[in-house]
């Protein structure tokens, strides 16, 4: 049974920093490309960043040059150090194994976990 749970996450004023963390059991995902995504009240789940298993990274337009997501393949974690947040950061924050399809973008191959919440005051 794999099992996906996020930690980190909590309340900061805009241009304050937070470090998420993804801890993965049940499977070995050293050879999957990993990534993190959001949703907001009242909005889609969206992508957010996605590294793969030899170090390439990827982000959504919105978070470029502020997150920066890593990983821990011997600890089988995941992470997202999150710089100059912004209200509109505000949101749950998941993890997840992924895969990218052309024409659907980045998708989750996994069960979500619970989430963390990240609240953003302005």
């Known amino acids: 049974q794999v099992q996906l749970v996020e930690s980190g996450g909590g309340t900061m004023q805009a241009g304050g920093s937070l470090r998420l963390s993804c801890a993965a059991s049940g499977r070995t995902f050293s050879s999957y490309p990993m990534g993190w995504f959001r949703q907001a009240p009242g909005k889609e789940r969206e992508f957010v960043a996605a590294?793969?298993?030899?170090?390439?990274?990827y982000y959504a337009d919105s978070v470029k040059g502020r997150f920066t997501i890593s990983r821990d393949n011997a600890k089988n974690t995941v992470y997202l150090q999150m710089n100059s947040l912004k209200p509109e950061d505000t949101a749950v924050y998941y993890c997840?194994?992924?895969?990218?399809?052309?024409?659907?973008?980045?998708?989750?191959?996994?069960?979500w976990g619970q989430g963390t919440q990240v609240t953003v005051s302005s």
């Open positions: 997840n194994a992924v895969n990218m399809s052309p024409s659907t973008g980045w998708g989750a191959k996994e069960p």
């Open positions: 590294i793969t298993w030899s170090g390439n990274t």
